[in-house]
C-alpha cells in the first residue's frame, strides 16, 4: 500500500508563495494518479491540482490555474504543490492524494476526490491579508 506525508504549509501574508511536498511511501509504481485537494472549514473537499505520473498531464481547477504548478519528482518519489500569488480563498487544509491500481472506484475526473483511495493527513495553508 502506499502512504503518504505532507510538508510545507503554513502562514504567508497574500501574495506570498509556498511549496508543499508530499513524500510518497510503499508500492509507489502502482499509483498513475495523483493530486492535490483542498478543504475549508464547512466547504466540501475540492481537487486543486493532478497530475497523470505515467506521460506528466496536469489538470487545474479554474480558480489556482496560473498560479499553482503541479510536479512529481520521480527519483524522490516526492510530489509538488507550488502555489504563487496566494490569496486569502486559499486557506484550507491541504491533502495530497494518489490513485493506486487496486482502488475500487471508478476514475471519475482528475480533480474529483472520489477517484482516489490513497490521502495524507493533511498540511494547514492560512493565507492572510
Known amino acids: 500500500q502506499v502512504q503518504l ?6 502562514a504567508v501574508q497574500a501574495g506570498g508563495s509556498l511549496r508543499l511536498s508530499c513524500a510518497a511511501s ?3 509504481y502502482s499509483s498513475n494518479w495523483m493530486g492535490w485537494f483542498r478543504q475549508a472549514p464547512g466547504k466540501e473537499r475540492e481537487g486543486v491540482a493532478a497530475i497523470f505520473t505515467g506521460i ?9 490555474k496560473g ?6 519528482d520521480n527519483a524522490k518519489n516526492t510530489l509538488y504543490l507550488q502555489m504563487n500569488s ?3 480563498e486559499d486557506t484550507a487544509m491541504y491533502y495530497c492524494a494518489a490513485r493506486t491500481a487496486n482502488a475500487l472506484t471508478r476514475l471519475s475526473g ?14 494547514q495553508v492560512t493565507v492572510s491579508s
Open 110 to 123: 482528475a480533480l474529483n476526490p472520489v477517484s482516489y483511495n490513497v490521502w495524507g493527513q493533511g498540511t
Open 67 to 72: 498560479r499553482f504548478t503541479i510536479s512529481k
Open 26 to 28: 510503499g508500492s509507489t
Open 86 to 88: 496566494l490569496k486569502p
Open 56 to 64: 506528466g498531464n496536469t489538470y487545474y481547477s479554474e480558480s489556482v
Open 5 to 10: 506525508v505532507e510538508s510545507g504549509g503554513g
